[in-house]
């Protein structure tokens, strides 16, 4: 079926290292959205990505979309305590569906 | 504009009640999706409406669950005779068009007894 897998599935880091998602797809997909969910709370939309290739940055968030267009990835620099949640990717496989990915829980270490 | 609207924030039920959540999408969004997420999980997709259509249900079971969402009022998603593996968070999330953001709700925590 159509899905879209994401690694790590957790991710525990000292404040002020770098943390990155990645989010795989064994088929092309139209566009890949990313959002960020805190504990207990609910999904928050970060950036849509759409065109190959593209490169996407929003402070210390860093968002590409593969050439390819099967692949994604979410890097952060220097995390921060407020970074802490579940990092999501989601997709649109050529119909209205947006399709979720596994997520990546984020901790950090102060 | 008043962000997406979900109620009850919790919902208890005993097996074999009914369970009906609402979602109140935001002002000029006619497109509204359901998810179900259970603890330390992803978000599974259920069903995607426009007004007064269910557009994809492929994640819906076939059995006791069913959504609309009318011309007037909100969007309802309703489970009958739950059973205890229905316990989960259920989030709506509306757009004011396809391939664009979801505005998520706050969820609405169902509790099976």
């Known amino acids: 079926g159509q899905q879209v897998m994401q690694i790590p599935q957790y991710q525990h880091v000292q404040e002020g290292e770098d943390f990155t998602t990645y989010c795989n797809s064994s088929t092309t997909l139209s566009n890949i959205q990313w959002y960020k969910q805190r504990p207990g709370g609910h999904p928050v939309f970060l950036i849509q990505l759409v065109k190959s290739g593209e490169v996407k940055k929003q402070k210390r968030l860093t968002f590409q979309f593969g050439e390819a267009k099967k692949n994604s990835s979410l890097h952060i620099t220097a995390t921060q305590t407020t970074d802490v949640g579940t990092y999501f990717c989601a997709a649109n496989f050529g119909n209205e569906k947006l399709t979720f990915g596994t997520g990546t829980r984020l901790t950090i270490i102060p | 504009n008043a962000g997406v609207m979900q109620n009850p924030r919790h919902l208890v039920r005993r097996r074999g009640q009914e369970a009906r959540l609402r979602c109140s999408p935001m002002k000029g969004h006619s497109h509204v999706y359901w998810y179900r997420q259970l603890p330390e999980e992803g978000l599974k997709f259920m069903v995607y409406?426009?007004?007064?259509?269910?557009?994809?249900e492929s994640g819906m079971p076939k059995e006791r669950f069913s959504a609309e969402f009318p011309k007037e009022g909100p969007s309802i998603l309703r489970i009958q005779q739950v059973v205890r593996g229905d316990s989960a968070a259920y989030f709506c999330?509306?757009?004011?068009?396809?391939?664009?953001?979801?505005?998520f709700g706050s969820g609405t925590q169902l509790s099976v007894l």
């Open positions: 409406l426009q007004k007064e259509n269910i557009i994809d």
């Open positions: 999330a509306s757009s004011p068009r396809v391939f664009y953001q979801l505005f």
